[in-house]
């Protein structure tokens, strides 16, 4: 039997800095049955040259204007056709042996619509500033906690699933993976895959930080526009906390049942290759 089919697409947009870390991140998985889909927004600063040097790799790739992070990951996840798919923005990593894990766990859970796995927060020189335990999360807990423990590239899910749910929201620019799994966790709580998978990176470049206030406008209205309750504000404190510190509790459970040293805090997690663009 083959092995299971994993779709992974790259959105990216002015990311040279980072991109062949990722895109190497990848590739080094030597996963037989990728489907890797770079979507490039018609970077100015060397980005597509350094896709191109890498294209041979690709299932498919673009570089073109676009409307948006959204947009880019509407249009590379159309043309996807694996059973299970996810997206690794071009300054995020995959951790060594991760989609061998996915498939692995995927085999064993072949009724599991979507799944989590542990990842990592790193900062612009790759070091782990900090561990993100995956907790299986609600419809619920997503409302209410404004920062619900996932990784985003540490998650993946079932093209049926996605087909399901409705997809990507092309219409948003910041947020789409709190309203897709909004979305998903109505349809099925998630399985956790129980290994370290990504590293997100964060840095003062990233939309998140540029974009701080809209990102926090647009979470607040998906939120609400998915029943969230009008509670007042105390009350949402203190439903917050609830999660927060149900959440921290198993963070410090594992971190001190697991001991996990491999991904030790301030360390690198990626080396940089000496060689650009050889594979």
């Not at 209205?221 to 009008?230: L, Q």
Request: aromatic content about 8%; some cysteine; charged content about 25%.
């Amino acid at each position: 039997m083959a092995p299971l089919r994993i779709s992974i697409v790259t959105p990216c947009l002015n990311d040279a800095r980072y991109l062949e870390d990722c895109l190497r991140s990848i590739h080094d998985q030597h996963y037989e049955n990728l489907e890797h889909i770079v979507i490039d927004g018609g970077s100015t600063d060397g980005s597509a040259e350094i896709i191109q040097r890498h294209a041979d790799r690709f299932a498919y790739w673009v570089s073109e204007p676009d409307a948006g992070h959204a947009d880019a990951l509407y249009k590379g996840l159309a043309r996807a056709t694996g059973d299970v798919v996810t997206w690794v923005c071009s300054n995020d990593l995959l951790l060594p042996g991760a989609l061998a894990r996915v498939a692995e766990f995927f085999a064993a859970h072949p009724n599991c619509e979507w799944a989590v796995g542990d990842g990592l927060l790193i900062d612009e020189a790759s070091r782990v500033t900090e561990r993100v335990w995956a907790v299986p999360f609600t419809v619920r807990s997503i409302q209410l906690w404004e920062l619900w423990g996932t990784c985003q590239p540490a998650t993946f899910i079932r093209r049926r699933a996605l087909e399901r749910v409705g997809g990507i929201d092309r219409t948003l620019h910041v947020c789409v993976d709190t309203d897709l799994f909004l979305r998903l966790a109505r349809l099925e709580v998630p399985l956790r895959i129980p290994h370290f998978l990504a590293a997100l990176r964060i840095h003062s470049d990233s939309q998140s930080q540029r974009h701080a206030a809209r990102v926090r406008e647009t979470d607040e209205r998906i939120k609400m526009a998915s029943g969230r309750p009008a509670w007042p504000a105390q009350l949402m404190k203190l439903a917050y906390r609830f999660y927060h510190w149900r959440y921290r509790g198993v963070q410090v459970l594992n971190e001190t049942l697991r001991r996990h040293k491999a991904y030790t805090l301030g360390a690198p997690v990626w080396s940089p290759p000496t060689e650009q663009g050889s594979h």
